[in-house]
């Protein structure tokens, strides 16, 4: 059984769409297990975070965190249990505000 780990360390989320974590090839499947997200700004920032096979783009179909709103000085988890990549594919991330949202992303690489 695989252990939690990090799988990004905590960054800045950019404001245009872009890609944050690829499952590596050759793993069977990367369990997502939370999103954390950090608002360490002043203002409110909207967000949006997609889980996107592999040669694919972000789309209205694959995104799992839809326009949502942080606070400013909040913390909010996603825990995305369930939701896994396989090799290839890949979280796509977007704020409307760039080095405003803090995230860091954990889970289980499974062989």
Known sequence: MALIQCLLEAKYMENA????????????RVVIDNLSLTNTSGGSVVVSANL????GAAA???KVLQDTTI??????E????GQYLNGGDFL???ADTA???VMRLNGRVIP
């Open 92 to 94: 796509s991330t977007i």
């Open 60 to 62: 209205g179909s694959n």
């Open 78 to 81: 996603f825990l995305l249990q």
């Open 52 to 55: 996107v096979a592999s040669g």
């Open 99 to 101: 080095s405003a949202i």
């Open 17 to 28: 769409a872009t890609t944050q974590y690829t499952a590596p090839a050759g793993s069977s």
């Open 71 to 76: 606070s400013p000085g909040s913390r909010l």
